[in-house]
Nanobody, 128 residues
Framework: EAQLVESGGGLVQAGGSLRLSCAAS????????IGWFRQAPGNERERVSC????????YYEDSVKGRFTISSDIANHTVYLQMNSLKPEDTAVYYC?????????????????????WGQGTQVTVSS
């Protein structure tokens, strides 16, 4: 059974950094694009970033571009999201998700309903 487990969330002051991890098991890691999404109370779940090892693509939403970095450790089936210069508006529950043969682009690998597996989420709170 496929499983994604996030870790690394927490409370940080504005301007600080956190690194989130998404450990995948039970799936052929290289066949999946891994996306990071976030959901704040009252808001829809939105994509933050995405990485596709199969297509060699990485994508960032404009709201995090230049501050967040996504990376993949294929050997350990783990995807990381390094978050720097955090802002209070980054506060949300962060989820990682896997999409089979996802492409990761402006209009690809963006809709949550298209992802096959989800983690349980990790809370990120940025205080001002």
């Amino acid at each position: 059974e496929a499983q994604l487990v996030e870790s690394g969330g927490g409370l940080v002051q504005a301007g600080g950094s956190l690194r989130l991890s998404c450990a995948a098991s039970g799936l052929s890691f290289g066949d999946y694009a891994i996306g990071w999404f976030r959901q704040a109370p009252g808001n829809e779940r939105e994509r933050v970033s995405c990485i596709s090892s199969s297509y060699g693509n990485i994508y960032y939403e404009d709201s995090v571009k230049g501050r967040f970095t996504i990376s993949s450790d294929i050997a350990n089936h783990t995807v990381y999201l390094q978050m720097n210069s955090l802002k209070p508006e980054d506060t949300a529950v962060y989820y990682c998700a896997a999409e089979y043969w996802g492409i990761c682009g402006d209009s690809h690998s963006k809709i949550p309903q298209l992802f096959d597996y989800w983690g349980q989420g990790t809370q990120v709170t940025v205080s001002s």
